[in-house]
């Protein structure tokens, strides 16, 4: 299978446990399965911990960024990511409802596109629980607009916005 060069960026986030396990397996899970599924793992970003958003309540969440390669296009791999949530059993009910795994295309290879997908992901410059582990994943990487790292981007956030933590590995 032939894989293109482009620098694909996904952010994954799980807070319930799924058929998987925790949180955590799921992720990694969600990440062997998808390698089935014409998408190549190039890299993955340490794992972190994040507490839950709007209602801190909610179970907190585990996340953390993959670069991949894959032939699909957007909207192919659109479909590829939430197939394979809902074979993790993420049921789509409120926004922002607690999830065994959120599967989102953060950036293809520096595309602009009103989408479906919207590319880049219209809400990644606000989540610190992408951009530290993008940091990590993609050191080099820069927003396709603003021409922003994501260590830029996260220095722009409000203090504290986030409360997210490094796993142990």
């Known amino acids: 299978m032939k894989y293109n060069a482009a620098m694909i960026v996904i952010a994954l986030g799980s807070n319930l446990n799924s058929?998987?396990?925790?949180?955590?397996?799921?992720?990694?899970a969600a990440l062997a399965d998808l390698e089935g599924r014409n998408v190549r793992i190039?890299?993955?970003?340490p794992f972190y911990r994040t507490q839950a958003w709007?209602?801190?309540?909610d179970p907190d969440y585990v996340n953390a960024v993959a670069v991949v390669g894959s032939d699909l296009s957007p909207?192919?791999?659109m479909a590829v990511l939430q197939r394979t949530e809902t074979s993790y059993g993420r049921k789509r009910s409120e926004k922002n409802a607690p999830?065994?795994?959120?599967?989102?295309?953060?950036d293809y290879d520096g595309r602009v596109e009103a989408g479906p997908p919207i590319l880049p992901h219209p809400r990644l410059s606000d989540r610190a629980f992408v951009l530290v582990p993008l940091a990590d994943a993609a050191p080099d990487w820069r927003h396709p607009v603003t021409g922003k790292s994501a260590r830029e981007l996260l220095a722009a956030l409000p203090e504290g916005a986030g409360g997210i933590e490094r796993l142990d590995t």
């Open 19 to 28: 058929h998987a396990g925790t949180p955590r397996d799921t992720l990694c």
């Open 42 to 45: 190039l890299t993955v970003s």
């Open 54 to 57: 709007p209602d801190p309540r």
């Open 75 to 77: 909207a192919g791999l």
């Open 99 to 106: 999830r065994t795994l959120d599967l989102d295309i953060v």
